[in-house]
């Protein structure tokens, strides 16, 4: 029979501990790869936001459109919404956890009255997980109306583009939760944009696109703004 000291005894113990550890962490979900380190992504457009407000800020209890490339390439967006209230502060290919992330920068000091929000397909794309996607959603609206009491938040839907196919699984998982969220208080609403995006067959509507089959033409976004527009004006009066 072997005997052992204590220390021996300690030192057995405490590799099993570590083991059991190790073995734990493989069974562990996959976090979003960018969730740490791409926090930092886009300050330089952050930066140039709060250099820009610092000479002209945008107007105080208006309407803004805050999220991703979809809302930043929306050039004419003034012009469309005229005579609203709006500016727009989407910024970049960004994701759900970087507008989340900056949101006390470029959303809050301003008090917005109505944010008008999209964001979500560059997370798709990148196989987030849907239940991270949606969470930052949440996260984002929970913040807002916990820092801004009587704001309107009005999500509109994650475009299922064509180069995004294989995704839109996981994108109509992310409209389903987020349309389901918004109908329980009055001050948030799902506004659905992708009808407009395909034909009577179902088929996507190529000629709404750029090349890259993810962007708008400028003519794309006319007609966002005839879905858009008329539900902030009939809110903002």
Known sequence: MISMNTNTIYVLRWLTVCTMIVLSLQFLPAKDSTSVKGKLRFQSAIDA???EDSVQPPPMHSIEFIGSSIFRKWEQ????MAPLPVYNRAFGGSRTHEVLYYMDKIVLPYKPKIIVYYCGSND???SVPVDSITGNIKAFFEKAERKLPGVKIFFVSVNKAPSRQAKWSAIDSVNAFVKNYCSL???RRFIDVNPILFDSTGSARMELYLDDKLHFKD?????FTKIIKPILLNEWR
């Open 49 to 51: 936001f709060l250099k």
């Open 219 to 223: 003519d794309t976004y006319r007609e």
């Open 77 to 80: 967006l003034k012009e469309h």
């Open 124 to 126: 798709a794309g990148g």
């Open 185 to 187: 208080v009055k001050t």
